[in-house]
Nanobody, 125 residues
Framework: QVQLVESGGGLVQAGGSLRLSCAAS????????MGWFRQAPGKEREFVAA????????DYADSVKGRFLISRDNAMNTLYLHMNSLKPEDTAVYYC??????????????????WGQGTQVTVSS
């Protein structure tokens, strides 16, 4: 059974930084892609960043390029999202997700099989 547990959210002022963590367990040998999505109130869940589990290829939404960095701690099976220069429009619940077995569209919610419970990020102006 795959389990994803996010942590690290909180309240930060605009221009500040946060690091989100996603601890993964279960079937890790079959992971293909891991990603971060976010959902603001009244909006659809949107793609933020993704990383292929083994090859380390990354991709980012245009809105976060140059500010966010997705990384992985191999030994701990933990995915991170380093968020810098935060803006009020980054306020959302952030979710990590994993695609198991093979590649699908990493920027689409449909491309993932398992999701974490989410962690709230609030950026004040």
């Amino acid at each position: 059974q795959v389990q994803l547990v996010e942590s690290g959210g909180g309240l930060v002022q605009a221009g500040g930084s946060l690091r989100l963590s996603c601890a993964a367990s279960g079937r890790t040998a079959s992971y293909y892609t891991m990603g971060w999505f976010r959902q603001a109130p009244g909006k659809e869940r949107e793609f933020v960043a993704a990383r292929s589990w083994s090859a380390g290829i990354t991709d980012y939404a245009d809105s976060v390029k140059g500010r966010f960095l997705i990384s992985r701690d191999n030994a701990m099976n933990t995915l991170y999202l380093h968020m810098n220069s935060l803006k009020p429009e980054d306020t959302a619940v952030y979710y990590c997700a994993v695609a198991v077995g093979y590649y699908r569209d990493h920027a689409s919610r449909a491309g993932y099989d398992y999701w974490g419970q989410g962690t709230q990020v609030t950026v004040s102006s």
